[in-house]
């Protein structure tokens, strides 16, 4: 994603003058902010498209775009919009902090290198900012810090829906649009996303009889993060969990439903290719217990890679805050 005009304008000539223009819409989805950002952005900044064509409805050309990603770029460091648009119309190169600043407010040293970030982070909380920085400048000290404020200050739940997971996320995209570019960035972020929860996690609870809940990937899925965070807040909530972390093997899964008999069971899946709905009815019909008082337990189907693929009569929790409130529930009865 560039962050000069030059490279607008290498974008114009390819596009054309006309059938290459972008509606307001289209360029929200772009930059990954919303339409109305964009108008705003328009109205009040003047960063609207230099040219006009007929009718009520606005065409952005890519050169209209460049400007606006300068825009996004600034503003995701932190500096306020009003500064931010003078630089993106002035057509300022990017850098990782505003002028005269380090990511943590103060003065920088003389001389010191900023490489530009890039990542669009739209109106999102402040900690989001902060600690994308972090992470693109590799600074594991300022990043444990910024993750664990962020926890202490907002609760685990909320710090992950609206902090972390939307810093994940903004990486996540400027990996896919970079050629694989910042791969060690995603990867850098997430190790220091799991430590920071597990630094932030009071000890194991003691498993209960019929209170335990076990939580694994299907076997081919080694996105173990949201699982990790799953496990901390319910850990938080002195429920007992188990933890089996990525790619468990189906024939290990059983195993350990029949060993620890318990009251429910997740099921992460982050593609659809590997979501096992065999597997997961499979297990839901598992029981153990004395005759007469046979139990099974309460299967969640949990990720993105279950979309589509509904299994009849198993929870599929829209997002943390619901799973943690349905394994809360189970373990309560």
């Given amino acids: 994603m560039s ?42 900044y003047g960063l609207g498209p230099e040219a006009h064509t ?31 648009a003078r630089l993106a119309r002035a057509g300022e190169p990017l850098m990782a902090d505003p002028p005269g600043q380090t990511a943590e407010g103060a003065p920088s040293a003389p001389g010191r290198s900023r490489a530009g970030s890039g990542l669009l982070l739209g109106d999102e909380r402040q900690e989001c900012r902060g600690i994308a920085r972090a992470a693109l400048r590799l600074d594991g000290a300022a990043l444990d810090a910024l993750l664990l404020t962020a926890i202490a200050e907002h609760g685990l739940v909320p710090a992950w829906t609206e902090v972390i997971m939307p810093t994940l996320q903004a990486v996540g995209r400027k990996w896919e649009t970079s050629g694989d570019r910042y791969v060690e960035v995603e990867h850098f972020l997430s190790w220091h996303v799991s430590g920071a929860l597990r630094r932030s996690t009071p000890n194991t609870v003691a498993g209960r009889a019929g209170a335990t809940t076990v939580l694994a990937c299907v076997p081919g899925e080694n996105h173990t993060l949201p699982l990790e965070v799953l496990f901390a807040a319910l850990t938080e909530r ?40 065999p597997l997961a009815q499979f297990v839901a019909g598992m029981e153990w217990g004395v005759r007469g008082a046979r139990r099974r337990p309460f299967v969640l189907t949990l990720g993105p890679g279950w979309a589509g693929q ?13 799973a943690v409130a349905a394994l809360e529930a189970v373990v309560a009865h």
């Fill in 3 to 44: 962050a000069d005009s030059g490279a607008g304008e290498n974008r114009d000539s390819e596009l054309g003058p006309q059938e290459g223009r972008l509606t307001t819409g289209e360029v929200a989805r772009r930059l990954g902010v919303a339409p109305t950002t964009v108008r705003t952005w328009d109205r009040r």
């Fill in 54 to 84: 007929g009718g009520r409805h606005r065409r952005w050309t890519a050169r209209d775009v460049a400007r606006l990603e300068r825009m996004c770029a600034w503003t995701a460091t932190g500096l306020p919009p009003a500064e931010a």
């Fill in 238 to 277: 002195d429920v007992p969990v188990r933890m089996f972390g990525g790619a468990l093997p189906a024939e290990s899964l059983v195993a350990a439903v029949r060993r620890t008999g318990p009251a429910a069971v997740g099921l992460w899946a982050q593609s659809r290719t590997i979501a096992s709905r």
């Fill in 310 to 322: 509904a299994v009849p009569g198993l929870a599929r929790p829209a997002g943390l805050a619901e």
